[in-house]
């Protein structure tokens, strides 16, 4: 059996890791430089649209994150202890913690209130999964606006924020936490057989459902219902066709909330991206409204989720309806890298290259251009480094020209990515 790659240190005995453990990776280069463009892009819109940032702590106490909450099952969570014994765990999602947020600072207001965060998630998933384990998410909450509008207000954010990075081909699928909840309803089953119904649905495995449903006895439309849930995808036509195939109020009542969000995103003009899934469920139990996906080319998984929740919040100590988003930042990139889609692309630093004599003119330089928002690097000639090495090492960073002081009076412009040079005076920069 292979030992993993580590090196060992004589002296101590102690291991120096030369690998992140699986699930979690190293971002740098153009590629960290890119992820921190993709934050900023989607932070800017966020904030056009009101949203006030928030952090909370990387690490919260388990409770706030509970199975009872409705969030990720304890296995999936990273769980360790302080030196006091509480049980601590590394947050597997940041919606709870803001919930927590608002019904401590918040508990009095009643008007609507925006917070956009961006942040790393922690799940632990098993190894096969093949996903990562840390996650870092661009987000919002809408919190004390249970309206139709609100809902469009938050799905014309997540597709604006994607758009903006540069994604045109998109697709929202939108559904209903409590037209589940109401056929499950109508059907009669209990609350341990819904969660066994929910997992069979979430998983797709329809013959599991179709046994459930003949154990329940369940016949007619609630059975065509049930067994074509799957198929229930599309257009406002499908909303139609399930309106006629049940009765419970709480399943007309999601329906009927869907048709009013699309007539909403119609006065955006943004409804061409919208589809209706109301086979959707989330892993989130604490969802009781809308629930969306973003989808786009090159990534197998959604690009954003989001949904409303209602009892969260209550569970704090705040009675307040919320809507949420949460779009995943690394998914973004992937999808922006496989569509080869460099909408995001910055100039490349210049580098100013001087020798110490110069070093006053070189200063000068750089506080010029920095004033002027060019990225300036400074570097000190070597006396043991040939122009040509600072060169290679201009290309291999990605810097397509280097400013070179020749003396005091006149700089050199080497413009590396079509090979030319020039000579500037440095007072004619300087003025």
């Known amino acids: 059996m292979s030992r993993p790659d580590y090196k060992f240190s004589d002296r101590m005995g102690c291991i120096d890791l030369l690998h992140t453990p699986e699930g979690v990776r190293d971002i740098y280069g153009e590629e960290c430089a890119r992820k921190v463009r993709v934050q900023e892009t989607m932070h800017h819109v966020l904030k056009l649209y009101g949203f006030h940032d928030i952090q909370t702590p990387m690490f919260e106490f388990f409770d706030i994150f509970s199975e009872k909450r409705g969030t990720v099952a304890a296995k999936k969570m990273y769980r360790f202890f302080d030196r006091e014994g509480n049980m601590l765990a590394l947050r597997p999602d940041i919606t709870p913690s803001i919930a927590r947020c608002v019904a401590k600072y918040y508990k009095d207001e009643e008007l609507p209130i925006r917070f956009c965060y961006s942040g790393n998630t922690f799940i632990n998933n098993t190894s096969y999964q093949g996903k990562m384990k840390e996650i870092t998410q661009m987000g919002a909450e809408l919190i004390n606006d249970d309206t139709s509008d609100a809902d469009a207000e938050m799905i014309a954010l997540t597709i604006e924020c994607i758009i903006a990075c540069g994604i045109k081909e998109l697709q929202i699928e939108v559904g209903h936490a409590d037209f589940f909840n109401g056929i499950a309803e109508e059907g009669n089953f209990t609350d341990t057989e819904k969660e066994e119904l929910r997992r069979l649905i979430i998983q797709k495995n329809m013959f599991g459902v179709e046994q459930m449903i003949a154990d329940k006895g369940i016949e007619g439309n609630l059975k065509e219902l049930f067994l074509k849930l799957p198929e229930m995808f599309g257009n406002l036509e499908n909303?139609?066709?399930?309106?006629?195939?049940?009765?419970?109020?709480?399943?007309?009542?999601?329906?009927?909330?869907?048709?009013?969000?699309?007539?909403?995103?119609?006065?955006?003009?943004?409804?061409?991206?919208?589809?209706?899934?109301?086979?959707?469920?989330?892993?989130?139990?604490?969802?009781?409204?809308?629930?969306?996906?973003?989808?786009?080319?090159?990534?197998?998984?959604?690009?954003?989720k989001g949904g409303r929740y209602g009892t969260l919040i209550e569970q704090f100590g705040k009675k307040a309806p919320a809507i949420g988003l949460a779009i995943e930042v690394d998914q973004v990139m992937a999808a922006l890298s496989r569509q080869k889609i460099n909408a995001l692309q910055e100039p490349a630093d210049t580098i100013i290259l001087y020798k110490s004599d110069y070093r006053r003119v070189a200063i000068d330089l750089a506080k010029h251009f920095r004033e002027n928002k060019t990225k300036i690097q400074m570097i000190r000639k070597s006396s043991r480094r040939s122009l040509q090495e600072y060169k290679d090492f201009a290309l291999r960073s990605g810097i397509q020209q280097i400013m070179y002081l020749e003396d005091e009076m006149n700089a050199v412009i080497f413009d590396l990515e079509h090979g030319t040079e020039k000579v500037i005076k440095v007072e004619h920069i300087l003025n």
């Not at 399930?242 to 943004?270: D, F, M, P, Q, S």
């Not at 989330?282 to 786009?296: D, F, Q, V």
């Open 239 to 304: 909303l139609s066709y399930a309106r006629t195939l049940t009765n419970n109020e709480k399943a007309l009542h999601a329906i009927g909330r869907l048709e009013k969000l699309y007539a909403i995103l119609k006065t955006y003009e943004l409804n061409s991206y919208v589809t209706f899934d109301l086979g959707m469920l989330s892993e989130y139990n604490y969802y009781t409204g809308i629930i969306y996906k973003a989808y786009t080319y090159g990534t197998g998984e959604p690009i954003a």
